[in-house]
Structures are given as C-alpha cells and as structure tokens.
C-alpha cells in the first residue's frame, strides 16, 4: 500500500485483487481472504477493505455470500478479465515487445507452474 500516493488506498487494495483476478491467479470460485485477514495484513481499517470489495463486486468481479465471504465471480467478471488480458498485450506491444518474446515468457512461465 502506498499511504502516501495519489489513490485511495481502498482503490488500491481493489485493483491488488482485480489484477490476481485479471490474470487468473485468482479463478472462478476462489475465495478471496477475509476482510478481517486482509485489513490486519495491510494495516488499515477493515471498512477501507470491505469498501474495495463492495468495489469489485459492483464492477462484476467478485461476488458476496453472506456469511460465507468473498468470491470470485463467473460470467462478467470472466469477460472482464478477457478484456483486461488484451489491455495488458497492447500494453506490452506499446512498450515494444514482439509477438515472439512474449509467446517466449508465457512458455517460460508454464514451465514454472
């Protein structure tokens, strides 16, 4: 968290959790942590984090089950993520990679799993 820059650290912690979302270290049906859990870890106060997730369940990502918690959502959130997916490629062809190196790192990083 950065305390000291421009976004609301509730902005923050969503777009933390919209990015695991986006590039699928989060999937479908996972649980998110608890508000409680995510609140002690980064040192704020829980109502900042229940905040950012009402957040990304507003924006499709995330679902909530009462009394169960947080997690993460099918369908829109699914077409959210294909669109993130080609934000990040046009990101990386802007900042000059070739269609060849980043075929080369994905490769690379099936090998790591």
């Not at 997916?85 to 980043?102: M, N, P, R």
Request: glycine share 8%.
């Amino acid at each position: 968290m950065d305390f000291n820059g421009r976004d609301p650290i509730f902005l923050q912690i969503a777009r933390f959790y919209e990015r695991l979302i986006s590039l699928g270290a989060l999937k479908e049906g996972d649980a998110l942590p608890s508000v409680r859990e995510v609140a002690f870890n980064n040192r704020v106060n829980p109502n900042t984090v229940e905040r950012a997730f009402r957040t990304l369940a507003e924006d499709g990502y995330i679902v909530a089950i009462p009394k169960k918690g947080f997690f993460v959502a099918g369908g829109k959130g699914e077409e959210k993520r294909q669109k993130a997916l080609l934000t990040h490629l046009a990101e990386l062809y802007q900042a000059g990679y070739t269609k060849e190196e980043i075929k080369k790192a994905l490769e690379e990083g099936e090998k790591d799993d």
